[in-house]
């Protein structure tokens, strides 16, 4: 899901969005952030109690995420209205999506691993963030050795889904996505501060992705180490 809106191509042009704007632009972009996430915690909330039917639906459940992902938000792009409805109903689809690992973790006595997840993704989002913004460096070429990365980590988490089944791997591949997504915050941060993005939803859905993903391999990680399994 982190595929959506990047470019991986081409290196983002200085200039891009009018000096003045920019400081305009990220302040919507983190709001509709803000926003998103105060959307997948509406999801998550309101399907709690149907968690055993989230699970039996889950693959449907991912694949209207992917649809919105890829389609939904294409379609409506730049289409004011449009494109913020379709922001919310697939950011809060994907806290639908997150039901099933929530509930297993407050089944397991380990609710505590979902505040504590996400008090460090904040944490290390925010940190990156503001290396990003702040750093003179050019991470704009980062973007098909992440790509080629994301790939690798889709295979290796299919591979061991459905054929290895381990549990060594599965906290191999958490790890790895993890940071991956670190590094994805620092390469979709900089190319928003450098105009990359055409409006505040593109931008805001890119970094949605990362914090999300992030998120979810801590609390994943959080809760293996913290749990008896």
Avoid at 52 to 63: A, D, L, N, S
Avoid at 109 to 134: D, E, H, P, Q
Avoid at 220 to 227: A, D, R, S, T, V
């Amino acid at each position: 899901m982190a595929l959506y809106d990047r470019n991986y191509t081409h290196p983002v042009e200085a200039g891009y969005v009018k000096e003045g704007s920019t400081v305009n632009f990220m302040k919507q972009t983190y709001q509709l952030l803000a926003a998103s996430m105060l959307a997948a915690a509406a999801g998550a909330y309101a399907t709690m109690p149907y968690a055993e039917t989230v699970m039996h639906y889950r693959w449907f459940i991912f694949g209207f995420e992917l649809f919105m992902l890829f389609v939904g938000l294409g379609m409506t792009r730049n289409k004011p209205g449009l494109n913020l409805a379709a922001l919310f109903v697939f950011t809060f689809a994907t806290g639908v999506s997150l039901v099933p690992l929530l509930a297993k973790l407050i089944g397991m006595g380990n609710g505590a691993v979902i505040g504590n997840a996400f008090l460090m993704t904040s944490v290390l989002f925010g940190a990156l963030s503001l290396f990003a913004i702040n750093s003179k460096s050019d991470y704009s070429n980062w973007g098909k050795p992440l790509f080629i990365t994301l790939i690798v980590v889709i295979i290796a988490s299919l591979v061991n889904v459905f054929i290895l089944q381990s549990p060594m791997m599965h906290v191999i591949i958490t790890a790895g996505i993890l940071l991956l997504f670190s590094f994805f915050t620092i390469y979709d941060t900089q190319n928003i501060a450098n105009g990359a993005y055409d409006s505040p939803v593109d931008a805001a859905v890119s970094l949605y992705l990362d914090f999300l993903n992030m998120f979810t391999a801590l609390l994943q990680m959080l809760g293996i180490f913290g749990g008896d399994d």
